[in-house]
């Protein structure tokens, strides 16, 4: 069975930088799919963040205005998140999810989120 | 990008059939069969109950039916039940090379 666990510090201060790692088991990242990082601010839909491919190839959300990075790591069978410049809006549960195929597959195996609160 | 759109909420009785719109433009849900529809409980991660507008994962009940005409998919569930009280997302992969969900649906099952 996949799983996925989301992993990181929950309180970020305004302009730091928000990090956060997936941890995957029961499938290995190497052999292939796009693996997601989706947000959900309180009471609110989801907002996509960016995809990577196990080669590392990523695709992330222009709105974010460049402010995000995600790596993978095979080795360790993970990828993870950095989100620069915080500030209140991106306040949310940070989710992690898989795509099973190219970037336009669906989001079928998720993480249980993580909620990040940016405050000084 | 804008968020796709949703009616805030639809209710119906137990039995009844319901129906989810989300309209979206002809770069996201007009362009490709690319819709997906998530099913989220209080205080759980999204769930897929549809994708590619119509497919569903295995293990999701026949009661869970998509479709799309033109910039606009919508989800009908079927003999609703109890269980199927939750917030339900429709998303749409874009031209940019892009995901964008909707503002979401609650679901009231009276």
């Known amino acids: 069975q996949v799983q996925l666990q989301e992993s990181g510090p929950g309180l970020v201060k305004p302009s730091e930088t928000l990090s956060l790692t997936c941890a995957v088991s029961?499938?290995?990242?190497?052999?292939?799919?796009?693996w997601g990082w989706i947000r959900q601010p309180p009471g609110k839909g989801p907002e996509w963040i960016g995809s990577i491919y196990h080669s590392g190839s990523t695709y992330d959300n222009p709105s974010l205005k460049s402010r995000v990075t995600i790596s993978v790591d095979t080795s360790y069978n993970q990828f993870s998140l950095n989100l620069r410049s915080v500030t209140a809006a991106d306040t949310a549960v940070y989710y992690c999810?898989?795509?099973?195929?190219?970037?336009?597959?669906?989001?079928?195996?998720w993480g249980q989120g993580t909620l990040v609160t940016v405050s000084s | 990008q804008s968020a796709l759109t949703q009616p805030a909420s639809v209710s119906g009785s137990p039995g009844q059939s319901i129906t989810i719109s989300c309209t979206g433009t002809?770069?996201?849900?007009?362009?490709?069969?690319?819709v997906s529809w998530y099913q989220q409980h209080p205080g759980k991660a999204p769930k897929l109950m549809i994708y590619?507008?119509?497919q569903r994962p295995s293990g999701v009940s026949n009661r869970f039916s998509g479709s799309k005409s033109g910039n606009t998919a919508s989800l009908t569930i079927s003999g609703l039940q109890a269980e199927d009280e939750a917030d339900y997302y429709c998303?749409?992969?874009?031209?940019?090379?892009?995901?964008?969900f909707g503002g979401g649906t609650k679901l009231t099952v009276l």
């Open positions: 999810a898989r795509q099973p195929g190219g970037l336009h597959r669906p989001f079928d195996y």
């Open positions: 998303s749409s992969y874009t031209t940019s090379t892009t995901w964008v």
């Open positions: 590619d507008v119509s």
């Open positions: 029961g499938y290995s990242i190497s052999s292939g799919y796009y």
């Open positions: 002809s770069s996201d849900v007009g362009s490709y069969n690319y």
